[in-house]
């Protein structure tokens, strides 16, 4: 029996890639086609998790219930308590005069 031309094998690999709708690498560069071709987790796993509602999403709900949302409130109260101790952010300026930037000397 007669050995099959090595450019018959090619384009016999070429049209069989052409029928099954895969990629043709007769160098067997890696491409990532396998990773291309798996189906996308992101959907699977959006289903998996079910949606989070925060306290300010239940207030915004119709039906009149509202509750305290009390890590917002022990922000606030945080933030005060650092103002009072001159320890918060500092107060924004008014105009490009008031601003520590304008201010520095050049």
Known sequence: MAAVAPSRLAALTKLRCEIFQ?????????????????????PSMIRYYPDTLTVAEFN?????????????????????????????????????ADSRRMSRKR
């Open 60 to 96: 915004r709900m119709p039906g009149g219930f509202k509750i305290q949302n009390w890590e917002e409130y022990q922000r606030l109260a945080d933030v005060e308590e650092k103002k009072r101790r001159g320890k918060g952010a500092p107060k924004k300026a008014k105009s490009a």
């Open 22 to 42: 895969t990629a043709y690498n007769p160098t067997s560069v890696r491409t990532g086609a396998k990773y291309l071709r798996a189906r996308l987790r992101g």
